[in-house]
C-alpha cells in the first residue's frame, strides 16, 4: 500500500491547525509535504491530496486550479474565496461572534466595536455573528478604512488613527477583534493612550492563543474557535475524498470549543454603584452567596428594589445572576480540569453531584458528563498523541515518499 503524500499549503501557520492535521497524518500514515514559508509548492508535485488556505495569492490559486485539471483533492480550510467551488471544512465564524457577543452581554455591556485590519468574508461572518443581540450594532473600526496598506505596520500611525477613534467611544465598551494578535496590539495602544483595560475598553480576541494571549500586559480573553478540529476535520474529509467519495455539497462546519476569560474582559459593566458592589458580593463567594436580603441590606436598599435593579440593568434576577456565575465555573472546570463531579459540584455551590447533573441537563441540554467528553477528551487524546508520536513531515525536496511495506 502506497504511503499517500499530502501537501500543506497553510498561511498563516497556526499551530492549532498544524497540529490538528499532524494527529490526523500520524493516524493515517501520511506523508506531509509543506510548502515552503512564502506558501510555494514544489514544482512538478503529483501527490495524493492537498489541504490549504486560499487567500488572495495567486500562487494558492493557480495550485488549486493545476489539482483540480490533475483530480487531485483538495480541501481548503478557510472561506476567505467562497466563490471558488472547492471542499471546504470551516470555523463556525458566526458562533465565534455570537459567544464574544453573549459573554459581554451578560457582563451588561451595551456598547461594542469590531476591529480588524481588513475586509475580508471571514470577517463579515464574524461582525454577523457578534451583531447578535446588541440594541445598536457593533460599529466596525477596520484599519484599512483608516491607513494605506503600505502603512499598516506604522506604530504611530496605528496609534494616531486607531486611538483617536477609541477616545471618541463612549465608555465602557466592549471590543471583538479578528485574532489574537490584533486583540494584543489593541490592549496595548488603550494602555498607552490612558485608556483601562477592561474597565473602559473590554477586549477580546479570536483563536486563543494561549502563548499570545497570556503574554500581554493585561492577559487577552479569547475564543478558542477549535483550530485543532479545524485542521484535524479538513484532514478527515481529505482522506474520504482520496478514498474516492465525492465531496460535499456544502462546507463543513467545526464546533467552536470554548470562550476563555482572561483579565482584558473580567468585569461586569454597569453604571450603577449600587448594583456593582452587589455583583462583587456575589462573585466573590458563588459557594455561600448572601441572601437576597443581605445582599440589598449591604448595599442599603430595600430588596424589592435591588430585585428592580438587577432586572433592569441585567435583565435577569438575582437568582439567575448567580445560578450563570455558577455554571460558567462549571463549564471551566468541566473544560479545564478532570476534577470528579463531587469536587466540581462542592466547588460551584451545588448541594449536591445528583443536583448538579438535573441543573446543568435543563440549562444545556446535555449532562456534564457528556459535556466533558465532547469539549475535552476528543481534543486532549489527540494532543497528547502529537507530543508522544510525532509525524513523518519533511519540507519541499522534490523526493517521493517510500512505500509501507
Not at 484599519?143 to 503600505?150: A, F, H, M, N, Q
Amino acid at each position: 500500500m502506497k504511503q499517500r503524500d499530502v501537501m500543506l499549503m497553510i498561511n498563516p501557520p497556526i499551530p492549532a491547525r498544524f497540529n490538528g492535521i499532524a494527529a490526523f497524518a500520524r493516524e493515517h500514515q501520511w506523508h506531509l509535504t509543506v510548502a515552503n514559508r512564502l506558501v510555494h509548492a514544489q514544482s512538478g508535485w503529483h501527490g495524493d491530496g492537498a489541504l490549504i488556505t486560499v487567500r488572495n495569492d495567486l500562487e494558492t490559486l493557480r495550485f488549486v486550479k493545476r489539482c483540480q485539471r490533475l483530480k487531485i483533492p483538495v480541501v481548503d480550510l478557510t472561506a476567505h474565496k467562497p466563490r471558488l467551488r472547492i471542499p471546504r471544512v470551516l470555523p463556525d465564524y458566526r458562533e465565534s461572534g455570537r459567544l464574544a457577543a453573549r459573554h459581554f452581554q451578560d457582563r451588561g455591556f451595551t456598547r461594542s466595536i469590531w476591529f480588524a485590519s481588513d475586509h475580508s468574508h471571514v470577517h463579515l461572518a464574524f461582525y454577523e455573528g457578534f451583531s447578535a443581540g446588541w440594541t445598536q450594532p457593533p460599529e466596525k473600526l477596520v484599519l484599512s478604512d483608516l491607513v494605506p496598506v503600505s502603512q499598516r505596520n506604522d506604530g504611530k500611525l496605528f496609534a494616531a488613527t486607531v486611538g483617536k477613534q477609541l477616545k471618541r467611544m463612549p465608555k465602557p465598551v466592549a471590543i471583538l477583534t479578528y485574532n489574537d494578535e490584533e486583540a494584543a496590539r489593541l490592549i496595548d495602544l488603550c494602555l498607552r493612550i490612558g485608556l483601562r483595560v477592561p474597565e473602559e475598553c473590554a477586549v477580546m480576541g479570536i483563536g486563543n492563543d494561549e502563548f499570545i494571549c497570556t503574554n500581554q500586559a493585561i492577559p487577552a480573553s479569547s475564543v478558542d474557535d477549535n483550530l485543532f478540529g479545524n485542521g484535524y476535520m479538513g484532514a478527515e474529509l481529505l482522506e474520504r475524498l482520496m478514498n474516492g467519495e465525492t465531496p460535499p455539497a456544502k462546507p463543513i462546519t467545526v464546533p467552536v470549543l470554548k470562550l476563555v476569560e482572561r483579565q482584558s474582559t473580567n468585569i461586569m459593566s454597569v453604571d450603577d454603584p449600587r448594583l456593582d458592589c452587589a455583583l462583587k458580593l456575589l462573585v466573590a463567594d458563588i459557594v455561600r452567596p448572601p441572601s437576597a436580603s443581605e445582599l440589598a441590606e449591604a448595599v442599603g436598599l430595600s430588596r424589592s428594589t435591588l430585585d428592580r435593579l438587577f432586572l433592569k440593568k441585567l435583565g435577569r434576577s438575582q437568582h439567575d445572576e448567580l445560578q450563570r456565575l455558577r455554571f460558567a465555573r462549571v463549564l471551566q472546570l468541566l473544560n479545564e480540569t478532570d476534577l470528579p463531579l463531587s469536587d466540581i459540584a462542592a466547588e460551584c455551590g451545588f448541594c449536591n453531584p445528583g443536583y448538579l447533573v438535573n441543573a446543568f441537563k435543563r440549562q444545556f441540554g446535555v449532562t456534564p458528563a457528556h459535556w466533558r467528553q465532547s469539549h475535552t477528551h476528543h481534543s486532549r487524546t489527540l494532543e497528547h498523541d502529537m507530543f508522544t508520536r510525532p509525524p513523518h513531515v519533511q519540507a519541499s525536496s522534490g523526493r517521493r515518499p517510500s512505500r509501507r511495506p
